[in-house]
């Protein structure tokens, strides 16, 4: 079994910066991909950023220049630094991760999600 537990959302300031945090648990064998998406209110889960054990990122148009998404491989964490943070940015983040649990058998997983609200 496998858990993502998230860390560090709530409420920020427009033009604040926050870091979520997430760190996975469990029977891993080897992460393939780590990262987060994110959900607003009435709209679909989306992509926010997300880091494969080749160092490769991914980030969404919509963050790109205002995060940064790093690996602490060692303890399989995970962290999120967002800054210049605007309204639509509000939503609750997911940690995801697709990871070996054994030497032949991955999967996808996800973390049970944390608020993040920017207002003023």
């Known amino acids: 079994q496998v858990q993502l537990v998230e860390s560090g959302g709530g409420l920020v300031q427009p033009g604040g910066s926050l870091t979520l945090s997430c760190a996975a648990s469990?029977?891993?064998?080897?992460?393939?991909?780590m990262g987060w998406y994110r959900q607003a209110p009435g709209k679909e889960r989306e992509l926010v950023a997300t880091?494969?054990?080749?160092?490769?990122?991914n980030y969404a148009d919509s963050v790109m220049g205002r995060a940064t998404i790093s690996r602490d491989n060692a303890n399989n964490a995970v962290h999120l630094r967002m800054n210049s943070l605007k309204p639509e940015d509000t939503a609750v983040y997911y940690c995801?991760?697709?990871?070996?649990?054994?030497?032949?058998?991955?999967?996808?997983?996800w973390g049970q999600g944390t608020q993040v609200t920017v207002s003023s």
């Open positions: 995801y991760a697709r990871l070996y649990s054994s030497h032949s058998e991955w999967a996808d997983y």
């Open positions: 469990g029977s891993i064998f080897a992460i393939i991909d």
């Open positions: 880091r494969n054990s080749g160092g490769g990122t």
